[in-house]
């Protein structure tokens, strides 16, 4: 069984910075594709950022191409998101995903472990 465990998130003024983190147990973190999805209130969710494991590539939605970047240290077993420049619209709730199979890049798509979320408020 894997978890995930995100930490990281608060609120921060327009401009500022965040580094969310994701924690996994269970499994390494080395064997699975992961990736940072986020909801904001009466919206959809969407896939952030994603990593694959084997290649290193990453996927990122386009309001967040150069401010956020996804990463991962596999001898911690933890998921990075370094947000910068953040901006109001980035307000969520953020979760880390991971799944053996599949990039977790589709807003719509069923991965195999989801954190529990963690806040994230910008205020203008």
């Known amino acids: 069984q894997v978890q995930l465990v995100e930490s990281g998130g608060g609120s921060v003024q327009a401009g500022g910075s965040l580094r969310l983190s994701c924690a996994v147990s269970?499994?390494?973190?080395?064997?699975?594709?992961m990736g940072w999805f986020r909801q904001a209130p009466g919206k959809e969710r969407e896939s952030v950022a994603a990593i694959n494991w084997y290649i290193g590539s990453t996927y990122y939605l386009d309001s967040v191409k150069g401010r956020f970047t996804i990463s991962r240290d596999n001898a911690k077993n933890t998921l990075y998101l370094q947000m910068n420049s953040l901006k109001p619209e980035d307000t969520a709730v953020y979760y880390c995903?991971?799944?053996?199979?599949?990039?977790?890049?589709?807003?719509?798509?069923?991965?195999?472990?989801w954190g529990q979320g963690t806040q994230v408020t910008v205020s203008s």
């Open positions: 269970g499994r390494p973190i080395s064997m699975y594709h």
């Open positions: 995903v991971a799944d053996r199979g599949r990039l977790p890049k589709d807003s719509g798509g069923q991965y195999d472990y």
